[in-house]
């Protein structure tokens, strides 16, 4: 009986081609990796997602906490059409994004979780998602909502995004902006990067584990400390703080 | 005139705070107060840029006085574009040089990060000729893209060497606890490779996103006091004392356009040259500088302009290393405004934050050896009001 119901709860994923790994070098000049796992990886990921969701800056709880549930959700079969990239540099988890396949023509973008900050590995991976779903699975356009001004910027405002606010988005229900195969072409140039194939080494180097991310988002530092320090004999609380938080004392 | 000491300095960290700007402003002062032990202040000028038209927030001085319980102190604020914080420094300055007061406290702070990068950019743009600039559009990113292509063109100037600027900046910002940018970069990922485009999208050609500072909140101060009151504090609290010997001020043409040579920035020579003749002291004397290079441009043509190398061999000298921690004369060892940040009222105090940590010997890893003369180039407008200002450690 258990057995029957699972197979009604679970829902059969559409077949479509792979996300053909590539790779490219950020800012820092470290080379990054982008590929595709599969639901085995997904516990390795839920470890380095999880803390996020204590990190109460630029909407990093909120992306997070759905993210876990959407990871978990394609771990167990509670999604249909579900896929993840990874971003990794030098093995470390750099950025995760996640969306889904609506039908064949329509894509949903799910989220953008970018682990390492200043080196826009998360609009390198967001470029990525875009890429699997226009050029790889060929899909007519990609629905897309932005939880933060920062997902605004980099997604409505960087690529132009169409509104197509007549479509309620699964995330939240809100408006749906859209990435269509125009869009996607003109932001080639200068948005979309990467090289294939990834040297071996490289590649084997991201396949062999998801690290944790060495720097991760940190919360935001107290609200209150300055407060605080108005009372402290040392009045040294905030940059204690902040060197607490780096690992510097 | 009497001579002029720093006595205690304080600093937040610069980046993105979320605390009331007044908070800002007083968090260093506390700092700076606890270091020096001095818990009467006579005056306190209070620099910032902003507060008015991006924090809805007027008369920020008596806030700030009123928030470190310092009443009925005098206080008021100092508004001289992104030059505010050495513009309070200079008028701390003549208040204590001049007898007036005996203790005064200058601290700076900026909050930009309150509104969004598009309204900080505007906002930041007011400074700019009204009627010839501000309303064409005209933005810093725009003025620095045009000043940099003339000087390309005309000094041999390359986008490596603006690219070196804000890599040794990134690399001593690392450094720097208190930095906005804790981010190493190198020249290859944001000028070579195939990403770097991407990586380094131009912002104003030839500037790219790496040639330009960040916007930062942030607070710095500095207790500035007679000589008196100075050796008191060195004998409790047994630092170096470092001397304020030289204040330099001076400004040029409101638009740029107006200048007759747009690639000198005649302010930046004029408040240099009066500051090091205050002091008694060449250029060649420096150790350590800390330039205002809001663009990676502005770092080099400010040590050509200062004295530190001939016009037109700054970035020559960039390309020697000599401008490097372990340099001829180390620049931005705080990591500049391009690592350390730009909370622009706050900069200038900034600057003289890292200038009197280097002198006492306090710097850590980025400090430079033997350092017992600095400077300081606080850059307001696009160069129309410069103050410049060095420092010495009296052994």
């Known amino acids: 009986m258990a057995i029957e119901l ?6 059969v994923d559409h077949p ?108 390198h991976a967001f470029a990525a998602k875009m890429e699997y779903h226009i050029d790889i699975v060929k899909q007519k356009e990609v629905l897309i909502v932005a939880e933060s001004p920062i997902g605004f910027r980099r997604w409505m405002i960087e690529y132009q995004l169409e509104k197509r606010f007549e479509v309620a988005h699964e995330l939240g229900g809100v408006p749906s902006w859209a990435l269509t195969k125009e869009i996607f072409d003109k932001a080639r140039e200068t948005l979309v990067v990467g090289r294939r194939p990834v040297p071996e080494a490289l590649l084997k180097k991201a396949q062999a584990a998801i690290l944790p991310p060495s720097s991760p988002p940190k919360p935001p530092q107290d609200l209150l400390a300055a407060t605080r320090a108005m009372n402290d004999p040392t009045g040294t609380s905030l940059m204690l703080q902040r060197w607490k938080q780096e690992g510097k004392v | 005139m009497r001579e ?29 107060m606890k270091e020096c032990g001095l818990s009467k202040i006579d005056h306190l000028f209070v620099a910032n840029m902003g507060a008015s038209r991006i924090n809805q927030q007027t008369a920020l001085a008596s806030a700030v006085v009123d928030t470190l319980s310092l009443t009925p102190a005098g206080a008021e604020a100092i508004e001289n574009g992104p030059a505010s914080g050495a513009s309070a420094i200079k008028t ?73 600027v804000a890599v040794k900046n990134h690399d001593n910002a690392m450094l720097n606890p208190f930095a906005h940018l804790h981010q190493k970069i190198t020249v290859e990922a944001i000028l070579d490779s195939p990403e770097a485009e991407t990586n380094n999208p131009f912002v104003a050609d030839p500037l790219r996103f790496f040639d330009c500072c960040p916007v ?45 040579n747009p690639t000198d920035l005649l302010a930046v ?38 004295g530190f ?42 600057q003289a934050h890292e200038i009197v940590t280097q002198l006492r010997g306090e710097a850590r890893k980025r400090q430079v050896k033997n350092a017992k003369i600095g400077f300081t180039c606080n850059f307001g407008g696009f160069g129309n009001n410069v103050v410049c200002l060095v420092f010495a450690r009296e052994d």
């Open chain 2, 269 to 306: 020579r004029g408040a240099a040259q009066q500051a090091f003749k205050m002091a008694g002291v060449k250029p060649s004397d420096v150790n350590v500088a800390e330039l205002h290079d809001a663009f990676t441009i502005l770092e080099i043509v400010e040590s050509e302009e200062v």
């Open chain 2, 92 to 164: 701390g300055f003549m208040a204590v040089a001049s007898g007036v007061h005996d203790v005064v406290m200058v601290t700076g702070a900026e909050r930009m990060r309150a509104v969004n990068n598009l309204e900080a950019t505007d906002f930041v743009a007011t400074l700019s000729h009204p009627l010839a600039e501000y309303i064409y559009g005209v933005t810093l990113p725009s003025l620095a893209g045009m000043f940099t292509r003339l000087y390309m063109e005309k000094y041999g100037v390359t986008s490596r060497h603006l690219a070196m």
């Open chain 1, 6 to 11: 699972e197979t009604i709860l679970r829902p």
């Open chain 2, 4 to 32: 002029v000491y720093v006595v205690g300095i304080g600093i937040t960290s610069f980046s993105r705070l979320e605390y009331p700007l007044s908070e800002i402003a007083a968090y260093p002062a506390m700092q700076a």
């Open chain 2, 216 to 260: 930062s909140d942030g607070g710095a101060c500095v207790i500035l006091a007679s000589k008196e009151v100075a050796q008191d504090v060195a004998k409790r609290n047994k630092k170096p004392i470092v001397r304020l010997t030289g204040i330099g001020q001076a400004t040029d043409t409101h638009a740029v356009q107006e200048r007759e």
């Open chain 1, 16 to 123: 479509v081609p792979p996300f053909p790994p590539k790779y490219m070098q950020v800012a820092s000049g470290e080379m990054m990796v982008v590929r595709q796992i599969d639901r085995e990886e997904v516990p390795e990921l839920l470890p380095h997602v999880e803390p996020l969701l204590h990190v109460e800056r630029d909407y990093y709880d909120i992306v997070s906490a759905r993210v876990y549930a959407e990871l978990l959700a394609y771990y167990r079969h509670r999604v249909q059409d579900e896929y993840v990239l990874v971003a990794q540099i030098d093995g470390e988890l750099a950025a995760i994004v996640n969306g889904r396949f609506l039908n064949a023509d329509v894509g949903v973008s799910y989220h953008t979780l970018a682990l390492r900050r200043g080196l826009r590995v998360g609009a």
């Open chain 2, 309 to 350: 190398f001939k016009k037109g061999e700054g970035h020559l000298a960039l390309e020697k290393g000599l401008t490097s921690l372990t340099g001829q004369i180390p620049i931005n060892t705080s990591g500049g405004l391009k690592g350390k940040g730009h909370p622009v009222g706050a900069t200038g105090i900034g």
